[in-house]
């Protein structure tokens, strides 16, 4: 009798000990799986960077249409003057009036025809100095420069 229940202390002793084992593993369990959510979630967060893919493209596409076509005579920093202006904050400059900078940026020389005083006194500061005519850029290809400038200039 009293072998038996020793034994049987022993037995429940034994069961208490392996589902104190079971808990302590499923506890573990529980936390390596929010530790490996956690993970997964800064693996979202790294790989979706600022820029959603069309406007990676866009930026690519402007930062390209910039290094062919400005980048000889405009700093790359936007900050710096060189044989031109500095693009940083071009559009404050042009009271946000993308015609007249679209007008501009294809021929330069004939806009000054139209007497605006800003662009007289520009042309007259950078010494007279010709600035190349793009008159085969698009809207959306001088659009995509503009985002591209203000991109890099922040
Ligand atoms: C050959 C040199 C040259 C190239 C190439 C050139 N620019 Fe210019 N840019 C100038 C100069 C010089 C001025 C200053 C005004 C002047 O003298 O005509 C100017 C002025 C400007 C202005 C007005 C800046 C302000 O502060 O208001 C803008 C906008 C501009 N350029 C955009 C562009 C863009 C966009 C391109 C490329 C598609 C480009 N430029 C290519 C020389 C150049």
């Given at each position: 009798?009293?072998?038996?229940?020793?034994?049987?202390?022993?037995?429940?002793?034994?069961?208490?000990?392996?589902?104190?084992?079971?808990?302590?593993?499923?506890?573990?369990?529980?936390?390596?799986?929010?530790?490996?959510?956690?993970?997964?979630?800064?693996?979202?967060?790294?790989?979706?960077?600022?820029?959603?893919?069309?406007?990676?493209?866009?930026?690519?596409?402007?930062?390209?249409?910039?290094?062919?076509n400005?980048?000889?005579?405009?700093?790359?920093?936007?900050?710096?003057?060189?044989?031109?202006?500095?693009?940083?904050?071009?559009?404050?400059?042009?009271?946000?009036?993308?015609?007249?900078?679209?007008?501009?940026i294809r021929?330069?020389?004939?806009?000054?025809?139209?007497?605006?005083?800003?662009?007289?006194?520009?042309?007259?500061?950078?010494?007279?100095?010709?600035?190349t005519a793009f008159p085969n850029l698009?809207?959306?290809?001088?659009?995509?420069?503009?985002?591209?400038?203000?991109?890099?200039?922040?």
């Amino acid at each position: 009798m009293n072998t038996r229940l020793h034994f049987e202390n022993l037995t429940n002793l034994i069961f208490a000990f392996l589902a104190f084992l079971l808990l302590l593993f499923s506890y573990g369990m529980v936390q390596i799986n929010s530790v490996e959510k956690e993970e997964a979630n800064c693996g979202t967060k790294n790989v979706s960077t600022e820029f959603s893919p069309e406007l990676e493209k866009e930026i690519q596409f402007g930062s390209q249409l910039f290094k062919n076509n400005c980048g000889s005579c405009h700093a790359k920093n936007m900050k710096a003057k060189m044989t031109g202006p500095a693009l940083a904050d071009v559009e404050k400059r042009w009271n946000g009036n993308r015609e007249n900078l679209r007008a501009w940026i294809r021929n330069s020389q004939a806009y000054l025809l139209t007497d605006d005083p800003y662009a007289k006194n520009l042309y007259a500061e950078y010494g007279e100095s010709v600035m190349t005519a793009f008159p085969n850029l698009k809207d959306e290809e001088i659009d995509a420069i503009l985002g591209y400038i203000k991109l890099v200039a922040n």
